[in-house]
Structures are given as structure tokens and as C-alpha cells.
């Protein structure tokens, strides 16, 4: 079904309410590799069982995490075969820590959609507030669908700022394990081309890749650790673009560059696979401090 400008432009979905528990929040952390040393104080930050410390990035799957169907890419003016979709980036800012329990009310609306002729670059923006009305994050995601493009519509910008030209900062390793993407899928993303091999061979990939938002949060949490002594309520806004896939099993290298505005300032970063000749899987990362 082509994509209806008119209707999907500026429409706004019906409030969602959702609620979280720390169980959650620490099968989240656990999704992301935290505990690998079960001894190590400040990744048990992460797995307390009353108040565990929230990664920002919790915020880009709370609505979700509960769900065990496969999601639905079905909007007003948008219905696209769940199969032609891939998460194109994320983001979320925080004006304070999330708290490790609570309810949120979520209000999303689509903001653009660019015609790249041969896909569809769909971008959404989320907030999120408590029952009160106090705002808990606000989330931005674009998704990329392969084979929605050519219906008339603005092809949005051509180019994105790439890393800084010298030697970064700081190189960071995170590890994936091989069943990294079955445990992260019941964090609410039950898209069968993290788990189901005939699924991945139909989209076009050898095998199961991870999820998009695991590496996300898993960069996110090897930023925090390092730059931040593993505490969450230093950082005020983190996002990313996914600029190819993750294997389970792999470990993928983090390189970092200080942003060059003054003491404050934030970090850059890109994310890729050493094993399979540096292929870049993140890319414009920023990392701010708050």
C-alpha cells in the first residue's frame, strides 16, 4: 500500500499507557550484557532487585517491552510488510533518571517521511510522561523501508556528518554473545529476523542478526561504564543511526572522539565489526553528558 502523505504527515496516535517494574528493567540490562562479572559493584548497579539504575535507553522500549507479537508497521497513511523494514536510528532524552518503576503515557506522532526512490525513511517522535504530566523522555526513531519510495514526496537530506578526521579519543570493545539476540527479544521485540534462520534467508541475511536497539543500548551502557563510572544520571541525551547489521558472537569496537567545544561538551562515536573488515553498525552516535 503506497504511503499517503496527507493522512501520515502530522498524524498523531492515541495516548498508550504502559507500566514498568524493576524485574524489568533488569532483564533490559541483562538483554545488554550487563553482570558479565557477576563481582564487579558497579554492573550490579544495574541488577538490584528494588531500585536498579535505568539506562536512558530503556525509554526506547518501554512502550514496548512487554509485547510477544511480532510488531506492525501499520499507521495512519502507512501499512508496509514488516519484512521490508529496518531501524534506520534512535534517540532519547532525559531531563532526570527514569525510575527503576512507574507508569508512562506515551503520545507519538510522525514528523517526516522521505522519498528515497527506492525506500521510505519514516521518522516518529515520542513523549512520554508520568500520570501527573511530569515528561520522563521524548524519543525519536526512523525506520527505513525498502521498496516504499517513489511516491512524490521530499527525498530529505543526501549526506550526514561522518567521524572526526584524526585518531579518536578513546577505542572501547564490547562483546555480543551468541545468543545475545534471543535473550534481548524478550525485551519485547519479538521480530523473527533476530531469532528464525528462514526468516533472516528470506530478508537477505545469512543468519539471525541482532537487534538494532540491542546494539544501541549495549554502546550506550560501554559509553556510560567508561566515560561516566557506570552512573546513569549523568547523561542527558543519547542516540545513534544502525548503519549495518550485528552477528551474535561478535565483538564490536567502539571508537570515541571529545566533541571540540569546551570542558561540556558531549562525545561521538562509531560503532563497527573489526571482524568483517571494520563494517560500520553504528554511526553518529552522540553521547551528552547533563
Known amino acids: 500500500m503506497p504511503i499517503n502523505l496527507d493522512e501520515a504527515i502530522g498524524a498523531e496516535l492515541d495516548p498508550v499507557e504502559f507500566s514498568w517494574t524493576s524485574s524489568d528493567i533488569q532483564l533490559y540490562h541483562l538483554g545488554l550484557g550487563a553482570g558479565r562479572d ?3 559493584r558497579r554492573e550490579l548497579r544495574y541488577l538490584t532487585d528494588d531500585t536498579p539504575q535505568v539506562l536512558p535507553t530503556f525509554g526506547n522500549v518501554a512502550q514496548s517491552f512487554h ?3 511480532p510488531p506492525a508497521v501499520k499507521f495512519p497513511g502507512i501499512d508496509i510488510e514488516l519484512s521490508k523494514v529496518l531501524h534506520a ?6 531531563p532526570g533518571p527514569i525510575p527503576a518503576a ?3 503515557i506515551a503520545v507519538t506522532r510522525f514528523t517526516e517521511i522521505w522519498d528515497k526512490g527506492k525506500a521510505a525513511v519514516i521518522w516518529s517522535e515520542t513523549t512520554v510522561r508520568n500520570p501527573e504530566g511530569a515528561l520522563l523522555w521524548t524519543q525519536k526513531r526512523s ?3 525498502r521498496g516504499e519510495g517513489g511516491f512524490g514526496g521530499d527525498r530529505g537530506p543526501s549526506g550526514s556528518a561522518g567521524a572526526p578526521d ?3 579519543d578513546i577505542e572501547l570493545s564490547v562483546e555480543t554473545s551468541p545468543q545475545q539476540a534471543l535473550l534481548y527479544r524478550m525485551c519485547g521485540d519479538r521480530n523473527p529476523l533476530h531469532s528464525d534462520p528462514d526468516f533472516a534467508a528470506a530478508a537477505g541475511f545469512p543468519r539471525p542478526i541482532l537487534h538494532g536497539l540491542c546494539t544501541y543500548g549495549m554502546t550506550c551502557k560501554a559509553l556510560v561504564d567508561a566515560l561516566l563510572d557506570g552512573d546513569v544520571s549523568g547523561l542527558k541525551s543519547y542516540g545513534a543511526r544502525m548503519a549495518g547489521v550485528v552477528f551474535p558472537g561478535e565483538t564490536l569496537r567502539v571508537s570515541v572522539w571529545k566533541d571540540d567545544q569546551g570542558t561540556d561538551a558531549g562525545y561521538t562515536a562509531v560503532v563497527t565489526a573489526p571482524e568483517r573488515d571494520n563494517a560500520v553498525a553504528l554511526a553518529g552516535v552522540e ?3 547533563g
Do not use: K, Q
Open 89 to 94: 536510528s534512535e534517540a532519547v532524552t532525559v
Open 38 to 40: 557477576p563481582m564487579d
Open 143 to 145: 525506520i527505513f523501508a
Open 102 to 104: 512507574g507508569t508512562g
Open 166 to 168: 584524526r585518531v579518536p
Open 287 to 289: 553521547f551528552v553528558p
Open 67 to 69: 509485547d510477544t507479537e
